[in-house]
């Protein structure tokens, strides 16, 4: 695990037990921001006199936007603190969710939502860096995967939570539910975690970004792990994004079933985040990292391609769902450790890497669709899985021959 000095070190952290569950709510909170929407655009689309296909660009928009913020927030982390950063974009999702509850007409909507970008770019992967610089070996590996848990929680127990208060009080009173949540949890890790120091050294500008980013950028090893998480993530969204018209195509599934058939990947994500921190997580990263991209692809090529039930196809989804949690966790685990660049530059710009791969699998999946069916979407996904788990596999070869060379030449 590569080691900055001054950039973003803890210097008064809670030691209680609530350190890791107030990071691991931090997670879930902006992630179910981030997707809060998706059950509602009906409901939103006639209350603003609007379409749902209209509305749905609003989510993909805000995810190409925390792609691109993602690339400054690692290095202004790095620099600036991470608890600081941390807190301060939590409060700006806070005033995000508000701002989506008040707003009046769609315009409005689209600007509060880009500004709760500011969250999906920065939250998870600072986050983590936080839990990585406060333990080391088992309890990082456990504290990592609980505050990655809290990403899939968001899904599985966020949304009907969500939609339980929109039923009762409408679509407006459930945002207004995240602003207030999203500032109380702001402020108790601000008070329960505590304050970090400004790097002496730290450069706020441009500049200072892009330095940040060029020893990874010339590292391969670091730099084709990052590559195979986009090509991961991409893999999954060729599926994801069309598992409903898929079960409602191939199987007749109604809209609730198809509902129920979503929420099979999201628990299987929370399982498999915390199984990383487990005695699974104990296995060599890397070749766990490729099995596990080998089986994710090889599941979803299964639910796509084959001519199997309904019900087997949800057991494919679960197993991929594990494995591709265990490989994300797995992954974080090789970039904290191997990476020469500063932890929340590199975890940053992996999150990153996944929000691309979703943008991509989604748009090449409408592709596949428009000139084939739904054979070519899992061929298309095993082949990125492949493809991510070779990359994995030869990046290691590489970083193994480096460190040959370079234990030669120094004792020589």
Known sequence: MSAQPGAGAVVNTASGRWFVPLLTLATFITMLHAIALGPFLPEIATDLDTSVALLGQIPALAMLLAAALGLAAGPLA???????????????????ALGMALAPSYLPLLLAALVGSIGRAVVQPVAVVIVGNRFEGDRQRRAVSWVMAGVAG???????????????????????????????????VHRGI????????????FEGILDAYRPLMRHYPTFALIIASLLASAAIWVMATYLGAFYSERHGYT???????????????FIGSLAAGGRVGTLPPRPLVVVTRLVAGIAIASVLILPIPAL???????????????????????????????????????????????ALGSALGGLLLAVGDFHLLGLCALLLSVGSALL?????????????????????
Do not use: C
Not at 78 to 96: E, K, N
Not at 194 to 205: I, L
Not at 255 to 269: E, F, H, R
Not at 331 to 355: C, D, H, K, W, Y
């Open 194 to 205: 505590g304050s970090d120091e400004r790097s002496a050294q730290s450069k706020t500008s």
């Open 154 to 188: 968001a899904v599985i127990a966020g949304v009907p939570v969500l939609t339980t208060i929109a039923g009762a009080f409408g679509w407006r009173s459930a945002f207004v539910g995240v602003a207030i949540i999203t500032a109380f949890l702001g402020i108790l």
């Open 255 to 269: 809209t609730q079933q198809i509902g129920w058939v979503y929420a099979v990947p999201g628990l299987t994500l």
């Open 392 to 412: 994995v596999w030869i990046s290691g070869n590489t970083a193994g021959e480096r460190a040959s060379v370079h234990a030669v030449e120094h004792s020589g």
């Open 78 to 96: 790095d620099q600036l603190g991470h608890i600081r950063v941390l807190v301060g974009s939590m409060l700006i999702v806070a005033v995000s």
């Open 312 to 358: 087997a196809g949800i057991g494919f989804l679960a197993l991929q769902g594990v494995a591709s949690s265990v490989g994300i966790v797995a992954t974080i685990f090789l970039l904290m450790r191997e990476s020469p660049a500063g932890q929340a530059v590199t975890i940053s710009l992996n999150t990153v890497a996944l929000s691309l791969g979703s």
